[in-house]
T-cell receptor
Framework: EDQVTQSPEALRLQEGESSSLNCSYTVSGLRGLFWYRQDPGKGPEFLFTLYSAGEEKEKERLKATLTKKESFLHITAPKPEDSATYLCAVQSPYTASNQFYFGTGTSLTVIP | GAGVSQSPSNKVTEKGKDVELRCDPISGHTALYWYRQSLGQGLEFLIYFQGNSAPDKSGLPSDRFSAERTGGSVSTLTIQRTQQEDSAVYLC???????????FGDGTRLSIL
């Protein structure tokens, strides 16, 4: 069965302490991998789409990378406002609905 | 521009009652998804609409759940004879196409007493 696993479940960083979040997937084929940020009480906010191994996308302090079986979200010199839950989702072309499979997320806390 | 709008933002109801949740997608988005998010759980796919095609209902957990999308725009998710296990946040998302990023509303927080 297709599966998306995110690690760690929770991460506490000091402001300025860089780190990476992991998203590994076992879907058959990959149409796209998507990163989202979710703040408490809000819906997920789209960050990046990656379509092929080797691809990288950047936005401010965030950089997403993709290999054949996993993606990393690198956070450089994080600030307290980066605190949120980060979700990844993958889309398989072999599901009739083009369904997105979501991981359970990494809860990031950045301490001032 | 306007994002995905969901109403109500919160709904508290008694077990056994029916509820209707509404989603207004981004204008021009042909694909619309409903998800359920429970505490500590990932997003659970419920149903998917794409244009005028028949919806994919494969994620609906029981026949108490149904959804429709009128005129290719607004969608309503209906839960009949609600149970306590239906308590969750129900999220709606829309996208320009089937392999495009989904844009989410802020959800309806449903509590069944």
């Amino acid at each position: 069965e297709d599966q998306v696993t995110q690690s760690p479940e929770a991460l506490r960083l000091q402001e300025g302490e860089s780190s990476s979040l992991n998203c590994s997937y076992t879907v058959s084929g990959l149409r796209g991998l998507f990163w989202y940020r979710q703040d408490p009480g809000k819906g997920p906010e789209f960050l990046f789409t990656l379509y092929s191994a080797g691809e990288e996308k950047e936005k401010e302090r965030l950089k997403a990378t993709l290999t054949k079986k996993e993606s990393f979200l690198h956070i450089t010199a994080p600030k307290p406002e980066d605190s949120a839950t980060y979700l990844c989702a993958v889309q398989s072309p072999y599901t009739a609905s083009n369904q997105f499979y979501f991981g359970t997320g990494t809860s990031l806390t950045v301490i001032p | 521009g306007a994002g995905v709008s969901q109403s109500p933002s919160n709904k508290v109801t008694e077990k056994g009652k029916d509820v209707e949740l509404r989603c207004d997608p981004i204008s021009g988005h042909t694909a619309l998804y409903w998800y359920r998010q429970s505490l500590g759980q990932g997003l659970e796919f419920l149903i998917y609409f794409q244009g005028n095609s028949a919806p994919d209902k494969s994620g609906l957990p029981s026949d108490r759940f149904s959804a429709e999308r009128t005129g290719g725009s607004v969608s309503t998710l209906t839960i009949q004879r609600t149970q306590q296990e239906d308590s969750a946040v129900y999220l709606c998302a829309s996208s320009l196409g089937t392999n495009q990023p989904q844009h989410f509303g802020d959800g309806t927080r449903l509590s069944i007493l």
